[in-house]
Structures are given as structure tokens and as C-alpha cells.
């Protein structure tokens, strides 16, 4: 009897995922006819649905995904390169393939990330190796296989880790009132005998460990809209760069940011590398009346009242 209760729950669950799938697939259907409509319709130069539209929009997509190429390998994109001249196809029969298999491939990477980070990050790196990480991502390819992911990302933490590190102690000193104000500009041997600190490496190493594992898990927990409008809006801009759609979460940041009524502080946010930093100050907003926030202003703790700050850092 217990066994036939855990094959009726085991049903549930495979009918509900298949059921949400379902829905999933079949909102994903009557956007697309939707969006492809209002193009022919209303687009001042509508494109032609062909492959020569196809090839741009897979290009697009693949550089959206993952610009930095720190997610798939060759060999996953290999798998992709299939769809190449098909998008026009899928969108015209309304199938869902490339999106389904790229996020099924991402996925898996993610997960693979997620078992190996904890063990780069868990002792100190070896700082008396050299390393060397291309930080222009218009400058490197996808990794071959997953053994040199593991790699790439094994010198990308060594870097945000020494990257953090400095930025600690060079805080550290400004709290103290170093008035050396030309500091930065003098090369320092942060990790040299007698300057290393381990507790502030270690601290470091926590810093970029929280920073990972929320960024990765951000990454597996995104939305199914925002996951498809990243596909959809990389065929939309074929067409122009102006031309997006936005899910109802976006579309609404957007009202807010051409009426200027909103709830909230009223700051333009954006992110880069991790860091937010803000972009505009909303005129006649809490932050515009308050005065101490401005453009280019970077947020790295947010707290309400007497709390403990939260590093928002990678949020």
C-alpha cells in the first residue's frame, strides 16, 4: 500500500510538471503570433522572415546568454549551431527548440559550476602563481570542454578574489583616515611577505563565495517570461535595435522611468560586473529630494533603520 501511494504521488508531480510545461509552451505560442503580428502589421520596415534573419537572430541570442562565454563550451554550442537557419522555421510553426535546448544545456552548466566553486573558494589560492584571465569578452572564445571551464572559472574567482581583497584593505584605510591621497597610484605589494593578511584573503574568499552562489542560483531561478524574452527580443532587434518587447515586469520599470511616479528611493539602476551602480536620479523622487545619492554613485550595502547592512553586491 505504501508503495502505490509513493507511484500516486510520483504521478502527481510528473502531471503537474508536464501540465506547467504545457502552459508554459503554449504562453510562449500565442506571444510569438502575437509579436510577429504586430510586426507585419505595424513595423515602419518589417523584415523578412527568411534564414538571413534567422542567422542574425541565433547570433544574438548566443551573445545574450552568455556573453562572457563562462557557461557553455564549444561542445554545447556545437549542439546549437543547428538551429542556426531554423529560428525562422520554429517562429513560423511555432515550436520552441532552440530556446528549450539552450536553456536545458544552461541549466546543466550551471549545476555543473555549482559543484565545483565551493572547492576553489574553500582555501587560498596560490598567489604566487601567475595567472593570466582576459577580462574583454570580445576577446576570448567558448572553452573546449568542461575540464577548461573549470579552469576559466578557477582563475575568475582567483581574480575577484584579489580584486575584493584590495578593495577591504583599501577601505580599511580610508575608515582609519589614511590622507595618502595618492595611495592608489602607487604600485603596493598587497601580497607580499609581511603586507599579506590571511584574514582579510579569507574574508575575501566568503565575499566572492556569497557572491557565486547567489548569482548562480539567481541564474537557475529566473523567470520563464524574462528566460523567453531574452530569445525573442534577440529576433525583434533584427529588425531594429528599438524594437523589444517587454514582459510585465519590465514593461512596468519603463513606465515608471518616462513618468517619474514611482514607490522607492527614485534611482535609475544598472549593473556591471556585479556592482549596481546608478545611472539616473528620478526628478522630484525621495533620492532627488534627499540629495546624498548621484549618477554613477555604486551600491554595495543596502539597510533599513539600525538593521545590518545586506551587500547587495552579484543581487
Known amino acids: 500500500m505504501q508503495r502505490n501511494s509513493r507511484l500516486v504521488v510520483l504521478f502527481i508531480i510528473l502531471a503537474t ?5 504545457a502552459q508554459n509552451f503554449e504562453r510562449r505560442t500565442v506571444l510569438t503570433k502575437m509579436v510577429l503580428a504586430q510586426l507585419d502589421r505595424l513595423h515602419f520596415s518589417p523584415e523578412k522572415i527568411d534564414d538571413e534573419l534567422s542567422e542574425k537572430a541565433f547570433d ?15 561542445e554545447d554550442v556545437a549542439k546549437l549551431e543547428r538551429f542556426r537557419y531554423t529560428i525562422d522555421d520554429e517562429l513560423k510553426l ?3 527548440e532552440l530556446y528549450e ?3 536545458n544545456l544552461l541549466n546543466e552548466k550551471i549545476e555543473f559550476i ?7 573558494l574553500a582555501q587560498p589560492f596560490d598567489y604566487s602563481v601567475s595567472d593570466t584571465l582576459e577580462l574583454d569578452y570580445d576577446k576570448i572564445d567558448f572553452c573546449e570542454n568542461e575540464a577548461e571551464l573549470k579552469e576559466r572559472w578557477r582563475k575568475l574567482l582567483k581574480y575577484q578574489t584579489i580584486v575584493r581583497y584590495i578593495d577591504i584593505i583599501d577601505s580599511e584605510e580610508i575608515a582609519v583616515g589614511d590622507d595618502d591621497v595618492e595611495k592608489k597610484d602607487v604600485k603596493r605589494e598587497y601580497f607580499s611577505e609581511g603586507n599579506y593578511r590571511p584574514e582579510i ?11 557565486t552562489e547567489r ?15 531574452v530569445f525573442l527580443n534577440s529576433v525583434l532587434n533584427v529588425f531594429d535595435p528599438h524594437t523589444t518587447y517587454m514582459p510585465p515586469q519590465v514593461k512596468e520599470d519603463f513606465d515608471i522611468n518616462m513618468t517619474g511616479k514611482l514607490e522607492g528611493i527614485g534611482a535609475t539602476l544598472s549593473e556591471e560586473d556585479g556592482y549596481i551602480k546608478v545611472t539616473s536620479i528620478v526628478p522630484g523622487s ?7 545619492l548621484t549618477q554613477e554613485d555604486v551600491i554595495l550595502k543596502v539597510a533599513q533603520g539600525d538593521e545590518e547592512p545586506v551587500d547587495v553586491v552579484d543581487m
Open 101 to 103: 535546448t539552450a536553456n
Open 201 to 211: 584573503e579569507e574574508k575575501a574568499r566568503m565575499k566572492i563565495k556569497e557572491r
Open 17 to 21: 510538471v508536464f501540465s506547467l510545461n
Open 114 to 120: 555549482q559543484g565545483f566553486y565551493n572547492d576553489f
Open 94 to 96: 511555432s515550436t520552441n
Open 286 to 292: 525621495a533620492s532627488w529630494t534627499q540629495g546624498e
Open 215 to 229: 548569482a548562480l542560483k539567481r541564474f537557475l531561478e529566473a523567470d520563464e517570461e524574462d528566460r523567453f524574452a
Open 60 to 74: 544574438l541570442y548566443l551573445k545574450r546568454i552568455d556573453y562572457a562565454r563562462r557557461y557553455l563550451t564549444k
